[in-house]
């Protein structure tokens, strides 16, 4: 347990790291860029992810398992290695000269042509091997090295609506200095071995049983963009990813265990251990969900103070938007959870599969039919309606398959401790302006009284935990 224990504090790192930055660098861009700006990034980005897609394949869960399974052996380590980043690499470069052709034709071509940087960093992904062997410190300081960089120049280069693309060529260099600085930790665990073309092939039908769902997961989170910038306008694109980005970075942040768990999931469900596999998401989920419940709340009391003096001004329309987001905030969490700590590990890719084509069809579904009548609020409702069906189909084949039971009597005392928290938080600074002060102090007096309240009603898992460790450390 000690090396998922510093798997996670390295990944935590890495995710607080992503969680902080952006609240220096969100405001800039938002405010350089302005609602139009930030939604020609985030449209043309939306294409550039599909090809992303198609160069990914499946092989960040495939190749992670893979890897997982074969580590305990140098030669196999090597030759699996190998055999799916040669078709990884392959594929990649097919999606990339495709991606070239197609864009050449639209009016954002120059944009286009600066967001293929994503496309080339994915040539040379192998984030899947260092996950697959459980050394999250590479992967999570190679990433770390890209986002420090990405933050200084735009600190530096970002200051009008003129440099759009300068921002763009920015996020690109992130990512492509994030994969390339991970071949230089390679050597440690592998030896070079010539793979055959037969090898090589035998890894594409099980690595396309995951592309799947990468498919239906892309329409349902990335189609809302591309199709309001088609149907819409670049202002709605840029309501609409600021909207949701603030959820997006709480969610990665807790989702952070789910990602540290998975190797290790694989390999308990390699030794048939399957009492361990249920006994360590048991405990995950329900710290899960102590979390999330109270920053679901946390985003709704802050938001009317916080959207002003963050975003600016021009945004100050999402004030309206982000709270019917803020749900998800919980459901996405727990979906992930049972996804990549039990469909994954124990290999049911049916059910996982399934979750997310739900989740595509309701998406693709809910857009076509609201966002020519309500804009963005139909990407919203497709949104939320898509997570709830990807959450509520794992969960379903999930309780089924092991009879797990929610800690209910938690879950209502972590609710009510979250309203408590909410309307105390919100009635002390009621009258008070839109700052970053404001906020700060919303926070404070946010985590405070949750943390009280779940102490007093003991339900809080923390206190436990410390008070355990007091326990044996004295005996």
Avoid at 82 to 102: A, D, N, Q
Avoid at 139 to 165: E, N, T, Y
Avoid at 193 to 213: D, G, M, N
Avoid at 395 to 407: G, L, Q, S, V
């Amino acid at each position: 347990m000690n090396k998922t224990l510093s798997n996670f504090i390295y990944q935590s790192i890495f995710q607080i790291t992503k969680l902080l930055l952006p609240f220096i660098t969100i405001p800039i861009v938002s405010k350089a860029l302005g609602p139009s700006g930030v939604g020609v990034y985030n449209y043309t980005n939306s294409i550039a992810q599909y090809f992303v897609l198609v160069a990914g394949l499946g092989i960040g869960i495939y190749g992670n398992r893979q890897i997982a399974i074969n580590r305990d052996s140098e030669l196999k380590l090597s030759k699996t290695f190998w055999e799916i980043f040669l078709m990884s690499f392959i594929i990649s470069v097919v999606s990339l000269l495709t991606y070239f052709v197609v864009v050449s034709f639209s009016e954002d071509r120059v944009y286009f042509y600066y967001q293929s940087l994503i496309i080339i960093g994915a040539v040379f992904d192998i984030s899947w091997f260092f996950m697959g062997v459980e050394d999250f410190k590479k992967s999570s300081l190679s990433s770390l090295g890209g986002q420090l960089i990405s933050f200084i120049l735009i600190v530096l280069f970002v200051k009008d609506k003129d440099d759009l693309g300068i921002y763009i060529l920015i996020q690109g260099i992130n990512i492509l200095f994030s994969q390339l600085i991970m071949w230089a930790f390679i050597k440690k665990y592998i030896t070079f071995i010539r793979a055959s073309f037969k090898s090589v092939l035998k890894h594409f039908f099980p690595a396309l049983q995951y592309f799947i769902p990468k498919i239906a997961i892309i329409l349902y989170t990335n189609l809302n963009k591309t199709l309001l910038g088609w149907l819409d306008t670049s202002e709605a694109v840029g309501f609409y990813s600021n909207t949701v980005q603030i959820n997006g970075i709480l969610v990665t942040l807790i989702t952070t265990l789910d990602l540290v768990l998975l190797p290790k999931m694989s390999n308990l469900f390699s030794q048939r251990r399957i009492n361990e596999i249920l006994k360590v998401l048991k405990y995950s989920i329900h710290l899960q969900l102590f979390f999330s419940i109270p920053l679901a709340f946390g985003l709704l009391t802050i938001a009317p103070k916080f959207v002003p003096w963050f975003f600016g001004t021009r945004f100050e329309f999402i004030t309206k938007t982000i709270p019917l987001v803020a749900p998800l905030i919980v459901v996405i969490p727990l979906g992930i959870a049972v996804g990549r700590q039990y469909l994954v590990p124990m290999n049911r890719v049916k059910v996982y599969n399934m979750a997310v084509i739900n989740g595509a069809v309701v998406s693709i579904v809910t857009n076509f039919a609201l966002i020519p009548i309500v804009g963005i609020y139909g990407a919203i409702t497709a949104t939320i309606l898509a997570e709830l069906f990807v959450t509520i189909t794992r969960m379903y084949a999930f309780i089924r398959e092991t009879h797990f039971k929610f800690n209910i009597p938690m879950i209502l005392k972590c609710i009510a401790s979250g309203v408590i928290m909410y309307l105390v938080t919100s009635w002390v600074t009621l009258s008070w302006t839109a700052s970053i002060k404001t906020t700060m102090v919303q926070v404070i007096i946010g985590i405070v009284i949750y943390m009280i309240l779940m102490t007093v009603l003991k339900a809080n898992p923390l206190y436990e935990l410390i008070k355990s460790r007091g326990k044996s450390f004295i005996n």
